[in-house]
């Protein structure tokens, strides 16, 4: 069993990369956004979300996807979780997965031209349901505060074409699986 996080910023072909891996692995694909959607139609646990200090969207999101990863990884499926992770959602990952014996795989996916990068955002209509699509400012900004985790196994390039970071993928599960 493997668990494979994928993190990075929007709009660096993490979603992409992520299905990639689900695809290879045979395994689900359990997306932050697509698990915090689920939660934005009731207004009292938004409130209760941001009264959390700090506010309590990204841990709350990532203690849900944690959990639903455990249930898989107990069934003997391997799993991919996608979100921008930081380090203390990288260091959570690779501590369920020991926990669950399973490997772990943390894949970060990143655009270092400004420019491909607003290119990818501008348009983009993911249309998950109760979800918010991004604007090239909020993208900016946390381009600007940013700071990868340091422990990653794979850096894939969005400047790459996508078949080229789907083989570099590929070979990295190869040979983990």
Known sequence: ????????????????????????????????????????????????????????????????????????????????????????EVEGTRLVADEEAAASLVVMTSCADPVI????????????????ELDWDHVARSRASWLPPDDVDLVLQATDTVGENAERLRLVIAGIC
């Open 117 to 132: 990068h607003r290119s990818r955002i501008e348009g983009r209509q993911r249309q998950i349901p109760n979800w918010y």
């Open 1 to 88: 069993m493997l668990l494979v996080l994928v993190t990075g910023l929007q709009a660096t072909g993490k979603s992409t990369m992520a299905e990639v891996a689900a695809r290879e692995l045979g395994a689900p694909v359990i997306g932050h956004d697509w698990t915090m959607s689920g939660l934005r139609p009731y207004p009292q646990i938004q409130e209760a979300l941001d009264a959390m200090r700090p506010p309590g969207h990204r841990r709350v999101g990532w203690s849900i996807m944690w959990a639903l990863a455990r249930a898989q990884l107990r069934l003997g499926s391997s799993v991919v979780l996608d979100g921008v992770a930081r380090q203390p």
